[in-house]
């Protein structure tokens, strides 16, 4: 089953299929808007008793697929001694930066440079550090959170692909998550260092919003860089960074020597926003 897949996605054109499935998913007529969410609720069974508004408050799917939680419904962890989940997910992938090289699966990797759009003097930064892969499934809440203290440094819009980012398309394309289109913020932590949360976009993602410059323009052929002056923006633990119009991928860089990841996490192990990923070093 996974090389047809595999081998579909190579032929499609990915950024148009996106955008007719953004269309869709945009659209506020309530006949069409209310179809798809009760449908998509019933595929995907997802939890509704979590979300802060009704069904028929939504002004499209995208409203729905973006929903807030009610308050409460995500503890956070101590930020002062622990690393946060920035999102509710499944880990694809914990461990070490080692050579520069970021394990994808099943013998597959890319490197910090690559997935921070060849930003040479960034990667450095992270060679021995740590990393956290978490996919987001159809089904998870999608708002992206910061999974420490930070202040936003930077961010660059990396163009690319946009394959499934799913266990099956990890384990059979090369460089997945360095290839697809991207947004990667890197952040000042103070004590905790430097670290990076790269928002990967997948196959019918839509779009990419964060809470600073609101929706990124995606489906762009050129890197677009921005950068932000000291203390320009500055978001706490737990904060809402950004959102994905449709699902995907967040991935964490860190440091060396800042911290150690929780050793009972292993691929495949499911995690919420604000649960403990691992613990501060001193």
Not at 46 to 61: G, K, N
Not at 126 to 139: C, D, M, Q
């Amino acid at each position: 089953m996974s090389k047809p897949f595999i081998a579909f996605q190579k032929i499609v054109p990915h950024h148009a299929v996106s955008r007719f499935a953004g269309r869709f998913a945009g659209s506020q007529k309530p006949w069409l808007k209310d179809r798809l969410i009760r449908r998509f609720i019933a595929s995907y069974d997802v939890d509704m008793s979590e979300a802060a508004r009704p069904i028929e408050a939504y002004a499209s799917f995208n409203d729905f697929f973006m929903r807030e939680l009610k308050p409460g419904a995500r503890p956070l962890a101590d930020a002062r001694d622990n690393v946060l989940s920035p999102a509710d997910g499944a880990i694809s992938q914990i461990g070490r930066i080692e050579d520069g090289r970021i394990f994808q699966a099943k013998g597959r990797h890319f490197t910090a440079a690559q997935l921070l759009g060849g930003d040479d003097a960034a990667a450095a930064r992270f060679a021995g550090g740590h990393f956290a892969t978490i996919y987001l499934s159809p089904k998870d809440y999608h708002r992206v959170h910061m999974p420490a203290d930070g202040d936003l440094q930077s961010t660059v819009y990396v163009p690319g692909d946009l394959f499934s980012v799913n266990t099956v398309t990890a384990e059979n394309v090369d460089g997945l998550f360095a290839r697809n289109e991207r947004l990667a913020c890197q952040f000042d932590g103070g004590a905790h260092g430097q670290f990076a949360s790269v928002m990967v976009g997948a196959m019918i993602v839509a779009g990419i919003e964060t809470v600073w410059q609101g929706r990124t323009e995606t489906h762009h052929p050129e890197v677009i860089r921005r950068d932000f002056a000291d203390g320009e923006r500055t978001l706490a633990a737990g904060a809402e960074m950004g959102r994905f119009f449709l699902g995907s991928t967040v991935v964490l860089l860190f440091e060396p020597g800042k911290l150690t990841w929780d050793g009972s996490l292993k691929a495949g192990d499911s995690v919420r926003m604000g649960q403990s990923l691992g613990r501060w070093a001193g």
